[in-house]
């Protein structure tokens, strides 16, 4: 054996080693992303949620920016309700797709039945089918999620270009030619201008790469998701068979950015290997990476609403998968009941949920309640109120965009959802605490008043916690209950909490009163967390100035100053010494 058959067995060996190499890599990376999906369907996901993740250019940048085609979660809702506490418990996505998709949704409940009996479907399905949810994973999983960029914001990157013609990149190629085949007939005459041209190509080709470079990792990314697309297509997933043909059909005429995108991975830095830094120098000797940009740029403005689409089926899929492991969460992990809500589509607002509970409570109390008109809640401090309200509303939500509810049983028609809960004064505008509160119940009064949009017809859901508590007591008991009169004579269920006990008298011709109690020790408050019927007869405010360890002079005193203006309806005036005269 000579030594070129000695190189070339070592070449050969080496190659095979690299190859062996990367397919052990190759099994070993599949064998983990299974292992966790595997792990983390069915518990609560582990997120990375580093600042600037809900940011407009992150997750929330496909809600922010797509068509408003129904009705929305608004800002102050969507805050009152923390759900973006919700939208954490919810993301057991695999790729950016799917957790973008997601906050959207949860913003935008939906009024097709149809639709949330579909998602239902597909949910339901893969849940029941392991095997086909594992593979579809995985696709997800392989296509990932980003950091710190937003799928949507990709696709509207795509939107926003507009090829250009590469002719002079075809020049700078032809030009080459010509001096390579020149220096090939006649060394002597051609060969200075090698130097020229490599020169003129490599500045004609920096100068356009800097105003393009940013959509490389567009390219690459869009053709992950246009890949994906693909491979979830052809598992042939009975449960989703009509979306794997749409799919299929959108990414088909998009397949030449997934054989291409390679070529706009740069390798001029350290860690990259040898290849990959040749074939940067030959990029911009021949400009063939620009040529084939300008090529695939066009592919992606034209099929852009394919884009969208195939963003759309991957995002629900990978939604239905997460809804799906939520209920098996929720249902095995927490022991607490799910259900399928039932909803109606109709003009008069009612709710009929049978021992519902709030989504963030471990071992909640659970409440039933059924109402066609509007809910006045009473009680003391600390007793459950505000909780309660959040239960009807988060569960309202989730109803009309995962199809699923915390309780025994949740029937009730469609609903446009608002809160006016957690309010506070913003300094940044100079508005104080009263005025961002009457904004805020303007804009619900607004929403139930309106007879000309499309979704007018669709009820108000409201929930107002303390009405009107930034301002006087004589004021806010008469603007309250004629606040909260108006909107129950519009198009709107609305469930209020207060602690004036005198709006349980004035508005029980269109409220009705629930109330929550406790029960009061020496030294103890003790609360069940029950939903009783009719207003609330007790106080506990001064009670628990006593067991936080208030003195006992400031008790005795404000108990007896309580009774005696339940007894004359006027303040004392109090004397140097505190006592009243």
């Not at 996505?93 to 009024?111: D, N, Q």
């Not at 995985?138 to 013609?165: C, D, F, I």
């Not at 995108?261 to 911009?284: E, H, N, Q, R």
């Not at 904004?439 to 949009?453: E, P, W």
Request: proline share 2%; with cysteine.
């Amino acid at each position: 054996m000579d030594s070129r058959q000695t190189i070339l067995l070592v070449v050969i060996g080496v190659i095979l080693l690299i190859a062996a190499k990367m397919i052990y890599d190759g099994f070993n990376r599949k064998k983990k992303i299974l292992q966790r999906i595997k792990r983390s369907y069915g518990r609560l996901p582990d997120n990375d949620y580093s600042a600037g993740r809900y940011s407009d250019n992150g997750i929330a940048y496909y809600y922010k920016n797509r068509e408003k085609t129904t009705p929305v979660i608004d800002d102050i809702t969507w805050n009152d309700l923390d759900m973006e506490t919700i939208y954490m418990i919810l993301n057991n996505t695999g790729s950016g797709v799917g957790e973008e998709y997601l906050y959207a949704l949860l913003h935008t409940p939906c009024m097709d039945d149809e639709k949330l009996k579909e998602r239902d479907r597909i949910a339901t399905y893969f849940d029941q089918h392991e095997d086909e949810r594992v593979k579809v994973q995985y696709e997800l999983n392989r296509l990932g999620k980003l950091r710190t960029s937003s799928v949507g914001q990709y696709l509207a990157g795509v939107r926003s270009m507009r090829p250009h013609q590469p002719v002079i990149h075809i020049a700078c190629l032809a030009a080459l030619i010509v001096i390579i085949m020149g220096c090939i007939l006649n060394p002597a005459a051609w060969l200075s201008f090698i130097f020229i041209i490599a020169v003129v190509n490599m500045v004609v080709y920096f100068h356009r790469k800097a105003s393009i470079s940013s959509y490389f990792v567009v390219f690459s990314y869009l053709s992950r998701m246009n890949q994906a697309a693909l491979n979830i297509a052809d598992l042939k997933c009975t449960g989703i068979a009509e979306y794997s043909k749409t799919l299929k059909a959108c990414a088909k005429p998009l397949s030449s950015i997934s054989r291409y995108s390679w070529l706009f991975v740069s390798g001029t830095d350290f860690s990259a290997d040898l290849l990959a830094i040749i074939l940067d120098y030959i990029k911009m000797l021949t400009h063939f990476d620009m040529i084939l940009f300008d090529y695939l740029a066009y592919r992606l403005f034209k099929y852009g609403k394919e884009l969208d689409q195939i963003m759309e089926i991957i995002g629900e899929i990978d939604c239905d998968i997460a809804i799906a492991s939520y209920r098996r969460y929720m249902a095995e992990g927490q022991k607490t009941p799910v259900c399928r809500p039932v909803l109606h589509t109709g003009e008069k607002g009612f709710i009929k949920a049978e021992n519902i509970y709030h989504p963030m409570i471990v071992n909640p109390v659970t409440n039933t309640i059924s109402e066609a008109r509007s809910v006045l809640l009473t009680g003391s401090n600390a007793s459950g109120k505000s909780t309660f309200l959040k239960t009807i509303a988060i569960n309202a939500i989730l109803a009309q965009t995962i199809c699923t509810c915390l309780a025994d049983s949740y029937e009730s028609c469609f609903f446009r959802v608002y809160s006016s809960m957690a309010l506070k004064d913003d300094i940044q505008s100079s508005e104080s605490y009263y005025i961002v509160e009457i904004k805020s119940l303007k804009r619900i009064i607004d929403a139930a008043s309106d007879r000309d949009g499309d979704y007018a017809h669709v009820p108000v859901l409201c929930f107002i916690d303390e009405v009107l508590r930034g301002t006087n007591t004589i004021e806010r008991i008469a603007a309250s209950s004629r606040i909260l009169e108006a909107i129950s004579k519009m198009n709107a269920l609305c469930f209020a909490a207060t602690h004036d006990i005198e709006l349980t008298a004035i508005l029980e011709r269109d409220f009705s009163n629930y109330h929550f109690q406790e029960e009061v020790s020496d030294d103890n408050v003790t609360f069940d967390y029950i939903l009783y019927p009719g207003r609330a007869t007790s106080r506990n405010a001064i009670k628990l100035l006593g067991i936080i360890g208030f003195n006992k002079d400031i008790i005795e005193e404000a108990t007896r100053a309580a009774r005696d203006f339940e007894d004359t309806g006027s303040w004392a005036v109090l004397t140097n010494t505190g006592r009243q005269v």
